[in-house]
């Protein structure tokens, strides 16, 4: 099964405090959390979440 990450935004103003990230097997080996934007504001100033 793929991975699941939460993923924080760290904008300031941002109301939103995490969000999951569900992947299917298509995603290619590269991609990371720089690769999203926040699903509420849209900014890009998102962090990995180490559960």
Known sequence: MPAT???K??????????FENHYT???PDDHSV???SCPYC???QLSLIEV
């Not at 935004?9 to 995490?18: G, Q, R, Y």
């Open 5 to 7: 990450k939460e993923v």
């Open 9 to 18: 935004c760290e904008h300031p103003e941002c109301a939103l405090d995490m």
């Open 25 to 27: 097997y298509d995603v």
């Open 34 to 36: 720089d690769d999203l």
């Open 42 to 44: 849209g900014g890009d």
